[in-house]
T-cell receptor, first 114, second 113 residues
Framework: GDSVTQMEGPVTLSEEAFLTINCTYTATGYPSLFWYVQYPGEGLQLLLKATKADDKGSNKGFEATYRKETTSFHLEKGSVQVSDSAVYFCALSEGSGANSKLTFGKGITLSVRP | GAGVSQTPSNKVTEKGKYVELRCDPISGHTALYWYRQSLGQGPEFLIYFQGTGAADDSGLPNDRFFAVRPEGSVSTLKIQRTERGDSAVYLC???????????FGQGTRLTVV
């Protein structure tokens, strides 16, 4: 079945540091890939997505590129801020659009120090 | 409403009791999903509704779990004979036709004691 593997956490960085959060996946077809974020006290929110190979999703300074050859969708940000402290989930969907179930990784907690 | 609403936000129940968790999706969204998130884990799919019907219930762990969406809007997740292992945050999400994003509620934290 489908699965998503995220690097182990938690991750603690100083403000303005470079961030990489690794994500790899296993899927039978050609999934869409997502990063969701959960800020303290809030619900899950879509951060970015990519629907086909070599697509790059981007939002709020975060980027991730759909790499089919390495089955990866690593999340990067050049300069993190304290407000980026949250839990980040990588996910995939085999269906079309959002009308299909998501398979999530375990999530990783990011803490950014001032 | 403006977003997906889940009630209650917290529920504590005794082992063996019956519970109902409610999800009110974004108005007009036809697709509705239930997920379960255990401590330290990502959300796990339970069931997906398209309109009133359950299009995929492959994630329901056993026959103690059941969900309905009788009018294609509000959904209720029902758990019979609760067990301590059912303790988790239950998340609901909805999406609409032509919208490629699922919007999540804040979840119901269920604790079985």
């Amino acid at each position: 079945g489908d699965s998503v593997t995220q690097m182990e956490g938690p991750v603690t960085l100083s403000e303005e540091a470079f961030l990489t959060i690794n994500c790899t996946y296993t899927a039978t077809g050609y999934p869409s890939l997502f990063w969701y974020v959960q800020y303290p006290g809030e619900g899950l929110q879509l951060l970015l997505k990519a629907t086909k190979a070599d697509d790059k999703g981007s939002n709020k300074g975060f980027e991730a590129t759909y790499r089919k050859e390495t089955t990866s969708f690593h999340l990067e940000k050049g300069s993190v801020q304290v407000s980026d402290s949250a839990v980040y989930f990588c996910a995939l969907s085999e269906g079309s659009g959002a009308n299909s179930k998501l398979t999530f990784g375990k999530g990783i907690t990011l803490s950014v120090r001032p | 409403g403006a977003g997906v609403s889940q009630t209650p936000s917290n529920k504590v129940t005794e082992k063996g009791k019956y519970v109902e968790l409610r999800c009110d999706p974004i108005s007009g969204h036809t697709a509705l999903y239930w997920y379960r998130q255990s401590l330290g884990q990502g959300p796990e799919f339970l069931i997906y509704f398209q309109g009133t019907g359950a299009a995929d219930d492959s994630g329901l762990p056993n026959d103690r779990f059941f969900a309905v969406r009788p009018e294609g809007s509000v959904s209720t997740l029902k758990i019979q004979r609760t067990e301590r292992g059912d303790s988790a945050v239950y998340l609901c999400a909805s999406s609409g036709q032509g919208i490629t994003e699922a919007f999540f509620g804040q979840g119901t934290r269920l604790t079985v004691v």
